[in-house]
């Protein structure tokens, strides 16, 4: 059974930063490629950074030059580092695998970008 938990999530003004954590529980990590999404009420949800096996990564439109997505795969752990949020970022942020695999998903972290 997959467990995931993501963390890090909070209130910030335009223009901050935030890290996110995501971490997995009941797989080893290093056998899977993980991505970060998101979903902002009212709309589907996205993907906006992935992390492959080796370490490869690609980014929504939305999110290049601004997040970066790295991982600890001794540790579980999938990351986001995020900057210059601005309000179009706010969502509840999810991590998980490709589709194919069929983990659940975790609860999320609230990501709020407001002055």
């Known amino acids: 059974q997959v467990h995931i938990v993501e963390s890090g999530g909070g209130l910030v003004q335009p223009g901050g930063s935030l890290r996110l954590s995501c971490v997995v529980s009941g797989r080893i990590l290093t056998f899977y490629a993980i991505g970060w999404y998101r979903q902002a009420p009212g709309k589907q949800r996205e993907l906006v950074a992935r992390?492959?096996?080796?370490?490869?990564?690609n980014y929504a439109d939305s999110a290049k030059g601004r997040f970066t997505i790295s991982r600890d795969n001794a540790k579980n752990t999938v990351y986001l580092q995020m900057n210059s949020l601005n309000p179009g970022d706010t969502a509840v942020y999810y991590c998980n695998t490709d589709p194919q695999f069929g983990w659940s998903w975790g609860q999320g972290t609230q990501v709020t970008v407001s002055s």
């Open positions: 992390i492959t096996t080796t370490d490869s990564t």
